[in-house]
């Protein structure tokens, strides 16, 4: 079993939805952290988290440390948010990705 | 001004041969890590270096060899290269335990 396990692991939704992600892991943490990386491999860090909530325009982290669990929402979704979204507790455990696809 | 860069981006070889990818970063981070990433995209550590000494080796076959010349620069040397050596692999520099900075890649493809 996977320290940091990400649901759903492929998510296709049309343009303009509202989408969840979900992390939930098993270690302790300073601070859990997304990231985004694009067709085209490079990896960018979206949020990094140690508690509550924090928005950065369309999207928005949350963690809730006493369950252990965070969840990455994109309000209005648009194509070019498609990626593979990671979550991750720095530096050994990663989940395995959720691929996003946006459809137009 | 790139952060953290990586050479070569694309790296296409023979089995058996012996490869290296180079990292340097400008931030002026202590920290720099290796990591392979599989082709379902699964991120794990490899190697990690603070201030060229060795802090992290994970599982990693002896074949792999990182080298920190300063601590700008953690270069990755692979030996006798095997089909499962194909993965990307990501550099990245940290200036504490909670944040890092990632190079933008490198596709290494074993034939």
């Known amino acids: ?104 | 001004d790139t952060a953290v860069s990586q050479t070569p981006k694309y790296l296409v070889t023979q089995m058996g041969n012996d490869k290296s990818i180079k990292c340097e970063q400008n931030l002026g981070h202590d920290t720099m890590y290796w990591y392979k990433q599989d082709s379902k995209k699964f991120l794990k550590i490899m190697f990690s270096y603070n201030n060229k000494e060795l802090i992290i080796n994970e599982t990693v076959p002896n074949r792999f060899s990182p080298k920190s010349p300063d601590k700008a620069h953690l270069n990755l040397h692979i030996n006798s290269l095997e089909l499962g050596d194909s993965a990307v692999y990501f550099c990245a520099s940290s200036p504490d335990s909670n944040e890092q900075f990632f190079g933008p890649g490198t596709r290494l493809t074993v034939l």
Request: proline share 5%.
């Open chain 1, 1 to 104: 079993k996977n320290e940091v396990e990400q649901s759903p692991q492929n998510l296709t939704a049309q343009e303009g939805e509202f989408i969840t992600i979900n992390c939930s892991y098993s270690v302790g943490i300073s601070a859990l952290h997304w990231l985004q990386q694009h067709p085209g491999g490079g990896i960018v860090s979206l949020f990094m988290l140690s508690s509550g909530k924090k928005k950065h325009g369309r999207l928005i982290a949350t963690i809730n440390i006493q369950e252990k669990h965070s969840s990455l929402h994109i309000t209005a979704s648009h194509p070019r948010d498609s990626a593979v979204y990671i979550c991750a507790v720095y530096p050994f455990y990663f989940g395995t990705g959720t691929s996003l696809t946006v459809i137009p």
